[in-house]
């Protein structure tokens, strides 16, 4: 299983931007996809999560102004940033739990990081 982020980049404080993490591979169920970050000198942090079920929880300093989604169909998940600040400038990794297709346990995996930069 691979997941592959994308939608990264510089914009403006106010500005808004969209992640995606699009998963691949032997894949039966998609229990959960996240969202973690990581700021440079600082721990990796929770923003978002996403259940099977539709359930969501966020970080309490993006709620409001973040939503996760997925769309199953795809196997892809979201992250609809708006409203960013400079403090939101951070690495963006996507996880997710994932049983294969060839059955076991959930297995977690990550995919690798896009940039988000909050500057004017």
């Known amino acids: 299983v691979q997941l592959q982020a994308s939608g990264g980049g510089l914009v403006q404080p106010g500005g808004s931007l969209r992640l995606s993490c699009a998963a691949s591979?032997?894949?039966?169920?998609?229990?959960?996809m996240g969202w973690y970050r990581q700021a440079p000198g600082k721990k990796r942090e929770l923003v978002a999560r996403?259940?099977?079920?539709?359930?969501?929880n966020y970080a309490d300093s993006v709620k409001g102004r973040f939503t996760i989604s997925r769309d199953n169909a795809k196997n892809t998940g979201y992250l609809h940033m708006n409203s960013l600040k400079s403090e939101d400038t951070a690495d963006y990794f996507c996880n997710a739990w994932v049983l294969s297709s060839s059955g076991g346990f959930p297995l977690e995996y990550w995919g690798q990081g896009t940039q988000v930069t909050v500057s004017s």
């Open positions: 591979g032997s894949i039966f169920i998609i229990n959960s």
């Open positions: 996403i259940l099977g079920n539709g359930a969501t």
